[in-house]
């Protein structure tokens, strides 16, 4: 359509009039980001241009990038296309990008949760015309519980396991999730080690601000027998490895939105599964809608085709892009050479 303010393109999603790329997945010269996971800020672009509160996470996994960081709902102009970022509530320095121009405004989300969450600055609606929502919980039988029921569960495992002297290691992803666990469970319970691909991410929350427990690593664990009750946070990858074998008979957890299903901890040889996810679920995602007032939805990655005929339902004008946006992200956290058997 003419007049689009983004397009598909094959290095991802463009502004034409702005000359610029939203989450590119292709090298590109001028990159906006909506937040630091792997599958949305990718290596190898001109410039880059983020909300402030993620710059530090930016920084630390893409290196020594060209990055302009602004505030929240800071406008910039380019080419005549006005830009903002406004909070998106997925992780630390999640944005929705804002573009006003020719009469028009667009938003694209990138990744949102609607949820409370004391890590990240809360979604904020932003009215539009035309929004782009992801879909990665966009089927009905994603419904989260309130956080204190889910916190509380897992509080309940690991004091269990600390009675029977074991140790409790929650896997999760290093960015994000983690943290919020970190935030959200009771450290009185006993001590907590974390892995060391969560370590430097850990720092880099506290120094934006956000209050998380002390934590240790294995190495620093002074008493070899609170390695048995401890509670440990740890990437998929390491929780499948041989520095697993550190804390003897573990009791092993999945913290991730897909526990929702529970075939997924089965195949997942975990113990348990503790639904929780930096995603909207079914109803945050129609309820972000709703907010916008737009009355054009395009549906990125997730389940596009289900949330496009169920937006079509209720009236709106809805289509899917297709991305390379993954559907949660599954990070390849490589282990730091402290934390190898």
Not at 164 to 189: E, M, N, T, W
Request: charged letters at 20%; one cysteine or more; glycine letters at 10%.
């Amino acid at each position: 359509m003419s007049g689009e303010l983004i397009v598909q393109r094959p290095e991802g999603l463009y502004c034409p009039p702005g000359d610029f790329y939203i989450d590119p997945w292709r090298p590109v010269a001028r990159a906006v980001v909506t937040h630091a996971h792997s599958d949305h800020a990718r290596p190898g672009n001109g410039h880059y241009l983020a909300a402030a509160p993620g710059e530090g996470v930016l920084r630390a996994r893409l290196g020594g990038i060209s990055l302009q960081a602004v505030a929240y709902g800071e406008t910039v102009r380019h080419h005549g296309v006005t830009l903002s970022l406004h909070p998106a509530g997925h992780v630390l320095g999640s944005a929705q990008v804002r573009l006003e121009h020719g009469g028009q405004v667009w938003v694209a989300s990138g990744d949102y949760k609607v949820a409370p969450d004391p890590t990240c600055t809360p979604f904020e609606p932003v009215r539009c015309d035309v929004f782009i929502t992801e879909s990665t919980f966009g089927l009905p039988i994603y419904r989260w519980c309130p956080d204190e029921e889910v916190f509380a569960d897992i509080n309940t495992w690991w004091a269990r396991n600390v009675d029977h002297g074991r140790a409790s290691v929650l896997a999760c992803y290093s960015f994000g999730k983690a943290q919020r666990l970190l935030a959200g469970i009771d450290p009185s319970i006993a001590p907590i080690v974390v892995h060391g691909a969560v370590r430097p991410l850990n720092e880099v929350y506290r120094a934006a601000g956000v209050a998380l427990p002390d934590t240790l690593m294995v190495g620093e664990v002074k008493d070899k027998a609170d390695l048995r009750r401890c509670l440990v946070i740890c990437p998929p990858g390491a929780a499948a490895s041989p520095w697993l074998r550190r804390f003897g008979d573990a009791r092993t957890a999945f913290a991730s939105g897909w526990m929702q299903v529970r075939g997924n901890r089965r195949r997942g040889g975990y113990d348990r599964g503790f639904v929780v996810s930096d995603h909207a679920d079914w109803p945050g995602l129609h309820e972000a809608i709703a907010a916008t007032g737009a009355q054009r939805v395009i549906v990125t990655h997730g389940s596009a085709p289900a949330m496009v005929r169920h937006l079509r339902e209720q009236g709106l004008q809805a289509q899917a892009f297709a991305t390379e946006y993954g559907d949660d992200v599954v990070e390849a956290d490589l282990q730091p050479a402290e934390d190898l058997p």
